[in-house]
DNA sequence: CTTGACATCGAACAAATGTTCGGATAAGAT
DNA sequence: ATCTTATCCGAACATTTGTTCGATGTCAAG
């Protein structure tokens, strides 16, 4: 007699990753196999370990011996960012509208933590803090904390660091390439785009977060 | 016959409490029971439960079912910090200049987690989410972050969250009491000041800290 | 179609983990 | 001393959890 049996999942072994990812974004700790069974849908515990015994033979998880909650992510699957911990920028500086920002490679004055879950690829990531109230437009103010990608494009839409060749000026703006000419559009809603030819600008990095701390404590900076 | 016992050891509940915090430290995991036994050489599981017991009565920790690794510690023992600081703040929805902020004692919708280092004393601190751009002039956007403190009043020059009773708005402006009215002063530097009676301005907490996401990764929440 | 690698299945075993129980001892109050 | 409460003890029990096993099904390549 024939065994009813579901048809072979095509990618559940990047399903069982994805769910121990979740789950411990969720709960801060690993699930047992037979939660991943329960939350999956699985047949039999012995589908997950088999699955698991393949993740782990590729390098992706780690297993703490026998024990209860023993799984570990050595690798986070693509899409999901990981758990929450805290990762140091390199604060480089001040940014102002008058100076162009600090060189990227330069020595950095502090480092500062930021959480793992507000940033995307950490890597080359720096930190500038913003002096004066020069690029109000942005809705940043004297003080701020910027954290910047260094990269030599962005996106349309995406807000950038910008020196602007032409009258030495460093800006935040959100940029689109239109043409031969760029539209440096403020983040403030109502205020009115700049319009320049595109080689008087310079990229010169890609903000990714921005934070304001208001209560006069003293700014997360480790030495 | 007398049987051999060691002498009760006046403290064990407190070492049994900063067992789990190292241990948690080290691991990033919490122990088991006879984890917890083998570590302090305890004679029995069952002692080892019993303090469990009593240290969830006191609210000192909570248990998770009676999962394996089912220990949470809810205060870390003194001179122990958390091992990440990152604590969990209650989100409890959106704030927007038409309507009232959430009650703070209503549910959260989720939690998200903030560096303790950024905030003052994190108890009762919650998170709002900024809807539309009605609040532009306290340089804050749609999708920004706002950690609020729930306070009755707040210092001069602090930026406050406040209900005007007379037009029925939610704002937020930096808060300045002159002899019977009150000055509320938009962050924005070059804007002009709101003055109101003292008695139409309901204040419902002191910002602490604000955050704006420009990388388009989902938000850091769990829950 | 045939084949072989891969995947699923159910059932059971083995080990771990949480919990209960009756009784004993220690420590402090009276 | 006597009493009361808190704590400890060992053993066993009940669940949960990790693992093994043999049989069987699926799927893509040849």
């Known amino acids: 007699m024939k065994r009813r049996r579901a048809r072979v999942r095509r990618d559940l072994r990047n399903e069982i990753l994805s769910f121990i990812a979740r789950w411990y974004q969720q709960e801060r700790t690993y699930p047992t196999v037979r939660e991943i069974q329960k939350g999956l849908k699985i047949s039999s515990p012995s589908v997950v370990d088999y699955h698991l015994r393949r993740l782990e033979e590729g390098g992706l998880i780690g297993r703490v011996g026998r024990r209860a909650r023993g799984i570990r992510l050595r690798h986070w699957p693509d899409g999901l960012p990981p758990p929450d911990d805290l990762i140091p920028i390199p604060f480089l500086g001040p940014i102002a509208a008058g100076q162009p920002i600090p060189n990227p490679n330069t020595e950095p004055i502090a480092w500062i933590r930021i959480p793992r879950t507000w940033l995307g690829d950490p890597a080359d990531l720096f930190a500038l803090r913003v002096q004066g109230n020069s690029m109000i437009d942005a809705l940043v103010k004297d003080g701020d904390w910027i954290i910047v990608k260094p ?73």
Chains 1, 2 share one sequence.
């Open 151 to 223: 990269v030599q494009q962005v996106k349309n839409g995406e807000m950038a660091v910008v020196w602007l060749l032409d009258r030495h000026e460093t800006t935040l703006k959100h940029f689109y390439l239109e043409e031969d000419r760029v539209r440096l559009q403020p983040a403030h809603p109502t205020m009115a785009p700049l319009y320049v030819p595109a080689e008087v600008v310079q990229i010169q990095g890609k903000v990714v977060h921005i934070l304001r701390n208001l209560n006069g404590f003293p700014p997360p900076i480790e030495g």
